[in-house]
């Protein structure tokens, strides 16, 4: 758009140059400059628009790949709380499991609740030490039933 424009203008220059007008020759001249100016203007605003407009996609991608993480890492939780109950419901050892609550949270599997003895616990930790491996750590709330063990 530039060159074309000031090829246009530089033909109006010439024109006046040959006719000998002088007045069309300086209007000319500021006609070119002023273009000169706004073409320059509209391509610093461009760059300064373009710019943000960068860095607003920019932030737009890094909030939507942190929300991504988060609902990944929240499904990962809750897939592994549930792998651990299921372990506890199905193990082959005597368990009761009924009174156990499996929660995760930033990479930790808690175990509440209740069980009849020390050997259920000792079970039940085991179980979601096993299942857990080494991507969470088990932190175990248990408590024995009164009068048991």
Do not use: Y
């Not at 509209?42 to 790949?65: I, M, P, V, Y």
């Not at 942190?66 to 897939?79: K, P, Q």
């Not at 499996?102 to 979601?128: C, F, M, W, Y």
């Amino acid at each position: 758009m530039r060159q074309t424009s000031a090829w246009g203008l530089a033909a109006l220059l010439g024109l006046a140059w040959v006719a000998g007008c002088d007045e069309t020759r300086q209007a000319a001249d500021r006609t070119v400059h002023a273009s000169d100016r706004a073409e320059d203007g509209a391509e610093r605003t461009a760059d300064r628009t373009g710019g943000r407009s960068t860095q607003a996609a920019e932030r737009l991608e890094r909030t939507l790949e942190n929300a991504g993480s988060a609902i990944a890492a929240d499904t990962r939780e809750g897939l592994m709380a549930l792998q651990v109950k299921s372990a506890l419901m199905t193990t082959p050892k005597q368990l009761e499991w009924n009174n156990i609550d499996v929660d995760t949270d930033k990479g930790i599997v808690h175990l509440r609740g209740t069980v009849p003895s020390a050997e259920q616990k000792k079970v039940a930790d085991n179980i979601a030490r096993q299942v857990a491996g080494k991507e969470f750590k088990v932190t175990s709330h248990l408590q024995v039933s009164k009068g048991a063990d």
